[in-house]
């Protein structure tokens, strides 16, 4: 069957139209995708703002004609942090639904890391052990852990990128105080909850997914999504240590010319940076093995998992 998965993230919205059927990996077919950034959307209250929803609309509305004219028999809409945490979440849902027929779910952050944590596990199989996998949002970071498909512990903390640009990056290039303050904040959020994860022990692979790790360690010299899915890819945390100085010292234009950099994210890459770092080191992991699969790829897998138990072709 052909679906199309409708991701509506605190960066992007992502279409992707993937061939699907049990028993195979999910094979994408073709992707429609448009930065948003609803993440810094948001006025003062915490409300996505009229242009926010707009964008969010018009994305949505030209998503379902890309899936129309893809052959899709099933599309799959969710949408994540931003959406989520927003505090007029079920007026911007409903704006959407009246203005383009689709019913956008909201997942919750443990339904998020729980996702992304079956994408991997599938992903490596069952010869990877027990996993520990971070996924780095625009809004969030999940973390989550187990030794099956389904994890022992899940959950989220709203530290993603793009929040923590706009909170403390909003005016450009950081100030020594400012890396300082955020640094001590992350690894407090993190380490917060760090023993749900620690009690278990050393995992036996310790991963990473998304693209802010990947941009991450595409900077530290991992090699290009050119070289395709699968090349073995990872970020070593002497490495991101022995770049952050420098990175800390870049304007935003100077970052987005660094490899695996997008303009409409440089901004973010700084902030990302320390929480990637923060989690090398409150879960002493020596480097984090990146995954191509993530969200997306979980809710795909779910949903052919649900079929399956229905009887459907």
């Known amino acids: ?40 959307h948001l006025d003062e209250r915490g409300a996505v703002t009229p242009a926010g929803i707009d964008a969010l609309t ?22 994540t942090s931003a959406v989520r945490d927003a505090v007029n979440s079920e007026a911007v849902l409903a704006h959407v639904q009246d203005r383009t027929g ?6 919750s952050g443990s339904d998020e890391a729980r996702l992304t944590f079956l994408a991997v596990r599938r992903w490596f199989g069952w010869s990877a052990g027990r996993l ?73 692979r310790a991963v990473a997914t998304s693209k802010t790790f990947r941009s991450i360690a595409r900077i530290c010299g991992a090699a290009p999504s050119a070289s395709g899915p699968l090349v073995a890819r990872s970020l070593d945390g002497d490495v991101l240590r022995a770049k952050l100085p420098s990175l800390l010292q870049m304007s935003v234009d100077e970052l987005a010319t660094l490899p695996g950099v997008s303009p409409s994210r440089a901004h973010q890459v700084v902030p990302g940076a320390l929480v990637a770092e923060a989690c090398l080191d409150i879960f002493d992991l020596p480097a984090l093995e990146i995954c191509p699969w993530a969200l997306r790829e979980g809710v795909i897998l779910e949903r052919l998992d649900q079929l399956s138990v229905l009887g459907a072709p």
């Not at 960066?11 to 429609?32: E, K, Q, R, W």
């Not at 450009?172 to 022990?201: K, M, N, Q, W």
């Open 1 to 40: 069957m052909r679906v199309g998965v409708l991701d509506i993230g605190s960066n992007t919205g992502h279409l992707l139209v993937v061939d699907a059927h049990g028993g195979a990996a999910p094979l994408p077919a073709s992707s429609f995708k448009q930065a948003l950034r609803l993440a810094e």
């Open 58 to 79: 018009g994305f949505v509305a030209e998503s379902v004609r890309v899936a129309e004219d893809r052959g899709c028999e099933d599309m799959l809409g969710f949408a």
């Open 102 to 107: 689709v019913e956008l779910a909201v997942l």
């Open 132 to 204: 520990a996998v971070f996924d780095i949002g625009g809004g969030s970071l999940e973390i989550a852990g187990g030794a099956d498909e389904a994890p022992d512990v899940a959950w989220s903390m709203p530290i993603g990128a793009a929040r923590l640009a706009r909170s403390f990056f909003a005016d450009g290039t950081p100030t020594e105080d400012d890396v300082r303050r955020l640094r001590h904040d992350i690894r407090v959020e993190i380490a917060r909850d760090a023993g749900r994860l620690l009690r278990s022990g050393v995992p036996d």
